[in-house]
């Protein structure tokens, strides 16, 4: 059982940042693909960013690209997310996700998802 708990959701203005952090075990963050979906009231869940177990290597939403990184401390067992230059579209109910395969975090169809920590971006 993978456990995700995430934190540093708040309320921002337009421009400003956050990071996201989610804390787990070394074990996921060393062997699952970890990443962030979020979603909007009224919206579907959509994929934010991930990053690959073995090599680190990180992706994102081209929504986000240039304003999110996604990134990882092992030894702290927890997955990051930096968010800046933020945007009212960013608001929403960020949530942690660990996958056995990056195409089951892709699609939606992670294995383990955290609770949630919401963000709100006012303009």
């Known amino acids: 059982q993978v456990q995700l708990v995430e934190s540093g959701g708040d309320s921002v203005q337009a421009g400003g940042s956050l990071r996201l952090s989610c804390a787990t075990s070394?074990?996921?963050?060393?062997?699952?693909?970890m990443g962030w979906y979020r979603q909007a009231p009224g919206k579907e869940r959509d994929y934010v960013a991930h990053?690959?177990?073995?090599?680190?290597?990180?992706f994102q939403h081209n929504d986000v690209k240039g304003r999110f990184t996604i990134s990882r401390d092992i030894a702290k067992a927890t997955l990051y997310l930096q968010m800046d230059r933020l945007k009212p579209e960013d608001s929403g109910m960020y949530y942690c996700?660990?996958?056995?395969?990056?195409?089951?975090?892709?699609?939606?169809?992670?294995?383990?998802w955290g609770q949630g920590t919401q963000v709100n971006v006012s303009a």
């Open positions: 070394e074990y996921a963050i060393t062997n699952y693909f």
């Open positions: 996700v660990a996958a056995q395969s990056e195409y089951k975090l892709r699609f939606e169809n992670a294995e383990y």
């Open positions: 990053i690959t177990p073995q090599n680190g290597y990180t």
